[in-house]
């Protein structure tokens, strides 16, 4: 069974600062891993995901994210944020060979503040 | 041209209560799941049908009765709607497989339910 553990509840931070998103993943199997992004009254979408290959990915909005295997860590970052990426942002994994069912994390609230 | 749509964005009702939310998708994907977000913004799968077939059943109450029709569409009946059913249920689908990693899901926009 995989679990997903997004250890910041809420990350306050000002405009232009950079911001780190934690995740930690737990599996018995080869896994990939996602994260995910959902607007004030949206549904959610793909930020950027990490399926094999190399362990820094890049996504939209200028976010990017590095797996770290030992660490079984997904971080999430930006250099410099913008007003306009305050949301709710989600890491998931799907274990390879499933029936791409996602796990989700607990998420993680991201105020961006003037 | 919306890509994954649910009605009704939002649905009240009272207790004991039968409903169902639709979703459809003009993508041309034969994925489609069901999630369910709790007042904690939780998020969690409970089922997914593959081509009409339901291939993922999580531990869901059955008064949860998910309904396929065909590829485009996956319907969500929920009978006797108890208080703790209030959530957004999120829709999504993903295109067949191709023969390495995952597939990308994309949502659609919600379904907020309110059981009072």
């Known amino acids: 069974a995989q679990s997903v553990t997004q250890l910041d509840s809420q990350v306050p931070v000002f405009e232009e600062a950079p911001v780190e998103l934690r995740c930690n993943y737990s599996?018995?199997?080869?896994?990939?891993l996602f994260w995910y992004v959902q607007y004030p009254n949206q549904g959610l979408q793909l930020l950027l995901k990490?399926?094999?290959?190399?362990?820094l990915v890049k996504g939209i909005n200028g976010f990017e994210a590095e797996f770290n295997k030992s660490q079984t860590s997904f971080h999430l970052r930006k250099p410099s944020v913008h007003i306009s990426d305050t949301a709710e942002y989600f890491c998931?994994?799907?274990?390879?060979?499933?029936?791409?069912?996602?796990?989700f994390g607990a998420g993680t609230r991201l105020a961006v503040h003037p | 041209d919306t890509a994954v749509s649910q009605t009704p964005k939002y649905l009240v009702t009272q207790m004991g209560n039968d409903k169902s939310i639709k979703c459809e998708q003009n993508?041309?994907?034969?994925?489609m799941y069901w999630y369910k977000q709790d007042s904690k913004k939780f998020l969690k799968i409970m089922f997914s049908y593959n081509n009409k077939e339901l291939i993922i059943n999580e531990t869901v109450p059955n008064r949860f009765s998910p309904k396929s029709p065909d590829k485009a569409h996956l319907n969500l009946h929920i009978n006797s709607l108890e208080l703790g059913d209030s959530a957004v249920y999120f829709c999504?689908?993903?295109?067949?497989?191709?023969?390495?990693?995952?597939?990308?899901?994309?949502f659609g926009p919600g379904t907020r339910l309110t059981v009072t």
């Open positions: 990490y399926l094999s290959g190399s362990t």
């Open positions: 993508l041309g994907h034969d994925t």
């Open positions: 999504a689908s993903s295109p067949p497989w191709g023969g390495a990693g995952p597939r990308e899901q994309y």
């Open positions: 599996s018995s199997v080869s896994v990939y």
């Open positions: 998931a994994v799907s274990a390879s060979g499933g029936y791409n069912k996602l796990i």
